[in-house]
């Protein structure tokens, strides 16, 4: 009974150990389903995601939804802490001895195991062997180690998204809130020929940074933007959709630029889809019927651009389409994160313009507010 307590107490510190360290410390994606991080995340957030359904307004539930990132990310250094406390008084109750006599109980083991993990160092129990004193040694440093990790990992953690936010504010008055393609090409108008190359290539580094630091970070993609209509993921499905449309064909606009910003945003959704383990699944109904694609083409025009038609541009976009949508499709499905429109909605004001003061007071937006824009001008 001994050995076996010592080896399930060094599996479980080992199990323990690996997967902080996968988590916390190594800079890449892992590939193993196998694992207590993943296993937690899947587990806790199935169960958030039920009892969601308690909540009938859409507000509150989004505001119970928000709560998860962070809170389980707490209750994962929890478990961390408690199976390494677990794994070492294992080992004392297999090799171990304790004063005062008679403590060799496995709960005095475990209050001795947690104090010394945590650096109390109260005394009352002690170690009475060389084996005991020898694990109380390495568990105190083991304890000093996991407190330095997780202080220097969450303002790593914040400090991530808050980059990835930042880029998403900007985007409210860009496309609108929500945002989506059409509106994001008919605001810039005739301009993204001059101003679209340099807006497109910080995207492409926004993207670049989405995938590095979700991948290192996966509980990230837990964690929802400042507003109920705005996400990570529908950021980077309107930088995806808007680049379509643009090496689809637009008169006027070089499509190089949106290749490269494509490329690194489809790389993004595919490997995160992956990391977070939600396979890909074709949205339905389609996102973009003819009909629509039809109105969202007479909307460009309306603003001076002049998107390409024919079979062949449709042949493209289609294409397009079909490399990246399943996979934000399934990331939507599973964080329940909804995927924007191609088409603007009707009447939708942008965040910046109405305040909940003004919502409540009944106050119009400022867009109703302002006189319109002289024709064939830019918002921005």
């Given amino acids: 009974m001994r050995a076996l307590a010592e080896a399930l107490g060094i599996a479980t510190i080992l199990v323990v150990f690996w997967d902080a360290f996968e988590t916390l410390i190594l800079p890449r994606r892992v590939s193993r389903r196998l694992r207590l991080a993943r296993i937690f995340f899947r587990t806790t957030w199935g169960v958030w995601l039920r009892t969601s359904s308690m909540f009938r307004r859409a507000q509150r539930r989004e505001d119970y939804l928000s709560f998860y990132g962070p809170l389980s990310l707490l209750l994962l250094v929890m478990i961390w802490a408690v199976g390494m406390t677990l794994g070492f008084a294992l080992l004392q109750l297999g090799g171990g001895r304790a004063h005062p006599a008679g ?74 809130s929500p945002p989506s393609a059409g509106e994001l090409l008919r605001r810039r108008g005739s301009e993204y020929s001059e101003t679209g190359a340099a807006f497109l290539r910080d995207w492409e580094l926004w993207s670049a940074e989405l995938l590095e630091s979700h991948l290192s970070y996966p509980v990230l993609g837990y964690f929802r933007s400042q507003h109920d209509n705005q996400s990570w993921l529908a950021a980077l499905t309107v930088i995806l959709d808007g680049c379509s449309l643009i090496i689809a064909g637009i008169e006027g606009i ?71 949508e399943p996979y934000i499709n399934g990331l939507s499905t599973h964080l329940r994160m909804p995927l924007p429109s191609w088409l603007p909605p009707e009447g939708a004001a942008d965040n910046w313009e109405v305040t909940r003061w003004e919502v409540r007071s009944g106050r119009k937006a400022r867009r109703d507010l302002d006189p319109p824009a002289p024709e064939g001008s830019s918002r921005l």
């Fill in 103 to 176: 403590s060799g109980g496995f709960a005095t083991l475990l209050y001795m195991s947690a104090s010394t993990f945590f650096t109390l160092g109260l005394g009352d129990v002690t170690p009475a062997n060389s084996f005991a004193r020898t694990v109380t040694v390495i568990e105190s440093g083991a304890g000093f180690a996991f407190l330095a990790l997780v202080i220097a990992y969450l303002p790593v953690l914040y400090q991530a998204f808050s980059r990835r936010e930042i880029r998403i504010s900007m985007l409210d008055e860009r496309a609108g």
């Fill in 254 to 324: 070089p499509p190089g630029q949106a290749r490269l910003t494509f490329a690194m945003a489809r790389h993004a959704s595919v490997d995160l889809a992956s990391t977070i383990g939600t396979p890909p699944v074709l949205p339905s109904p389609d996102r973009l019927p003819s009909g629509d694609l039809e109105q969202l083409r007479e909307l460009l025009r309306g603003r001076g651009l002049d998107p390409a038609t024919g079979e062949e541009a449709d042949s493209v976009l289609r294409d397009l389409r079909a490399s990246y």
